[in-house]
């Protein structure tokens, strides 16, 4: 058996073009979705990533504002400026790029966004909502393996998952979305001392560590469903998850590759939690 490849690149064109869909009917009604994406500091990969988000807000007709600022902006500005994002009636979404240079407190920041501008989903209030099962922003990676799982057409009902990773962004998140679905849910972390006696019983396996090869083919049940969130590099310098992607795909039903899995759909989700933020201010205007 070699396992159907969940194709992130192709479910995000996919949603995107609803997302666009929706944005121009909230657009001709005069609310246009818009995002506001902060970036302080130079560091490459975050340029990167935010650039990625702008480039997609453009393509679904979001509306983007980039305000990039110097690392040196002190604490203070930078939470004036996101008061006055949540006072702007144009502006339904928010997201300030992680990391944050050292001066600036991240908690400080993430919980001075509006809730009903939370589009990552971070805030503490945000979190409380996921964990109590009400209406709220879901954090955009997890909520992306949900879609990504939820693909494959398998039912998690009775189902047993396993997630590897516990990091409030993506390993606890995604636990609860599972289990929200009915699955059993099982946290794996580095103090699990035998990941593999956990990840062979498992129906879905969600991998979010960030270190190569941490689940190979002999650590997988046949037919499980594998996702894989982590973001590495091979010996080669290429981009590569947390799965060893040859000894996995034969053992697997379902898997998502590195690229192409799960990144595209992170920043997709994105873009759907923006929109359901405008149709949320639309549906009360
Ligand atoms: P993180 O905050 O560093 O968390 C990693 C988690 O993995 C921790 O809970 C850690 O356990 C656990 N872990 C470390 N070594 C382990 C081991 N040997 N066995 C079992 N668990 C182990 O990372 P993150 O932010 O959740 O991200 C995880 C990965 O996903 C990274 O590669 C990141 O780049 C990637 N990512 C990708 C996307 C995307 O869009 N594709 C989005 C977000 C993140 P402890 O808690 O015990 O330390």
Do not use: W
């Amino acid at each position: 058996m070699t396992a159907q490849v969940i194709d992130g690149n192709a479910l995000s064109r996919q949603l995107r073009a609803e997302v666009a869909q929706r944005a121009a009917a909230l657009s001709a009604r005069g609310h246009q979705p818009g995002l506001a994406v902060i970036l302080v500091g130079d560091d490459p990969a975050s340029a990167v990533y935010v650039r990625n988000k702008v480039k997609a807000c453009e393509d679904s007709g979001v509306r983007s504002v980039f305000e990039k600022y110097d690392a040196s902006l002190t604490e203070a500005a930078l939470l004036e400026r996101i008061a006055a994002l949540n006072a702007d009636p144009t502006i339904h979404g928010i997201l300030v790029q992680m990391p944050l240079p050292k001066h600036i407190d991240p908690h400080k920041v993430i919980e001075a966004i509006a809730t009903t501008k939370d589009v990552d989903g971070y805030s503490v209030l945000s979190a409380g909502e996921l964990m109590a099962g009400l209406e709220g922003f879901r954090p955009c990676t997890p909520y992306g393996c949900m879609k990504l799982i939820e693909s494959t057409g398998v039912s998690l009902k009775g189902k047993h998952a396993v997630v590897i990773g516990r990091s409030n962004t993506v390993g606890k998140p995604m636990a609860l979305l599972l289990l929200q679905a009915n699955a059993t849910v099982t946290i794996c972390h580095s103090g699990t001392p035998d990941l593999g006696y956990h990840t062979r019983q498992a129906d879905v396996v969600v991998a979010a560590v960030g270190r190569r090869n941490t689940l190979t083919g002999d650590m997988v049940k046949p037919g499980a469903i594998v996702i894989d969130v982590g973001i590495n590099r091979n010996d080669e310098g290429k981009l590569c998850g947390d799965v060893d992607y040859a000894s996995v795909s034969p053992v697997a039903s379902h898997i998502t590759p590195v690229p192409g899995g799960v990144g595209p759909m992170t920043i997709t989700m994105l873009l759907v939690n923006t929109l359901e933020a405008a149709e949320r201010v639309a549906a009360q205007a």
